[in-house]
């Protein structure tokens, strides 16, 4: 229903940043709610954070909260993942997914339209 592709995803430093982008086709991107999600080898895909469908709300992870920020740019059908003060424990592929918004928060298994990952990795 959504294509989605993610990018900006690299190596840094531990204590460094990263912006990833998620980019969007679609002239109904305004009706999607967006969320990031991440998976480190040998584990599961964890909810990372989401944005409703103007921005003007946004969900986080405890783990993420005081480092990552996800906002969006509906008039060029992007959504961001600004992450700062990187730990090596943040490494991992890097997924943006949509979703109908039909309540908030929303919970992973609302999100059903991916994309195919960026790879970030944190060196210590």
């Known amino acids: 229903q959504v294509q989605l592709v993610e990018s900006g995803g690299g190596l840094v430093q531990a204590g460094g940043s990263l912006r990833l982008s998620c980019a969007a086709s679609?002239?109904?991107?305004?009706?999607?709610?967006v969320g990031w999600f991440r998976q480190a080898p040998g584990k599961e895909r964890d909810f990372v954070a989401s944005?409703?469908?103007?921005?003007?709300?946004?969900y986080y992870v405890d783990s993420v909260k005081d480092r990552f920020t996800i906002s969006r740019d509906n008039a060029v059908n992007t959504v961001y993942l600004q992450m700062n003060s990187l730990k090596p424990e943040d490494t991992a592929v890097y997924y943006c997914?949509?979703?109908?918004?039909?309540?908030?928060?929303?919970?992973?298994?609302?999100?059903?339209?991916w994309g195919q990952g960026t790879q970030v990795t944190v060196s210590s």
């Open positions: 997914a949509a979703a109908i918004q039909t309540r908030w928060p929303l919970g992973p298994t609302d999100f059903g339209s």
């Open positions: 679609g002239r109904t991107f305004v009706n999607y709610a």
């Open positions: 944005i409703s469908r103007l921005g003007r709300m946004t």
